[in-house]
């Protein structure tokens, strides 16, 4: 699986977009680009993932690069509920259960 | 229901003990998996579950023992731990979705002291 790359730690202003930054350089064709987050003292939460195209849901959006090299998660008006360490992942799409291994994330911290 | 239901929620337990983490998710989801994750480090992959059998074990000692009944519900049964194996313990479960790639929701997670 191809190996990500992350800043460990960011701030933000509350009420700024949040611009989370992740290399994936060994990326292959059919592998996608997750993001899950991690409040503290609770599980993980997915938050979204993509392939090619850009993707936007609820929670944020997701820019990926058109070498799919690197990505950016974008947090639009992030909010103190916001903070917490953010995860990306690449991972291949195959059916039945999959891999999700986690590396050492980004620490966000949304100040008021 | 999207909930992956953990209990219990906190756990103590000695050394000579024999206890069981369970986790229960009625979403459907085929894929179960539990996940050991230290303070301030990333939850790490312990075993995977496929259809009910266990498809990836990460070298886990056997001191832990993962089991899965039925498709709902997932155990992870513990004897002789040590106290480095005090930590936070996840469950999660995944589906497929049809735009491709995959969701996983996790438990709020089991935390396990062993004194």
């Known amino acids: 699986d191809a190996k990500t790359t992350q800043p460990t730690s960011m701030d933000c202003a509350e009420g700024r977009a949040a611009n989370l930054p992740c290399n994936h350089s060994?990326?292959?064709?059919?592998?996608?680009v997750y993001w899950y987050r991690q409040i503290h003292s609770q599980g993980p939460q997915y938050i979204i993932h993509g392939l090619k195209n850009n993707e936007t849901n609820e929670m944020a959006s997701l820019i990926i690069t058109e070498d799919r090299k690197s990505s950016t998660l974008i947090l639009p008006h992030a909010t103190l509920r916001d903070t917490a360490v953010y995860y990306c992942?690449?991972?291949?799409?195959?059916?039945?259960?999959?891999?999700?291994?986690f590396g050492q994330g980004t620490r966000l911290t949304i100040n008021p | 229901d999207t909930e992956v239901t953990q209990t219990p929620k906190h756990l103590v337990m000695g050394m000579t003990n024999k206890k069981s983490l369970k986790c229960e998710q009625h979403m459907g989801h085929r894929a179960m998996y539990w996940y050991k994750q230290k303070a301030k480090k990333p939850p790490e992959l312990m075993f995977v579950?496929?259809?009910?059998?266990?498809?990836i074990n990460e070298s886990v000692p056997s001191r832990f023992s993962p089991e899965c009944p039925n498709s709902s519900l997932l155990n992870l049964h513990l004897h002789a731990l040590q106290p480095e194996d005090s930590a936070l313990y996840l469950c999660a479960s995944s589906q497929f979705k049809p735009t491709g790639g995959y969701e996983a929701f996790f438990g709020q997670g089991t935390r396990l002291t062993v004194v």
């Open positions: 060994t990326i292959s064709g059919n592998e996608y």
């Open positions: 992942i690449v991972r291949t799409a195959l059916q039945g259960a999959q891999k999700l291994v």
């Open positions: 579950y496929s259809y009910e059998k266990l498809s």
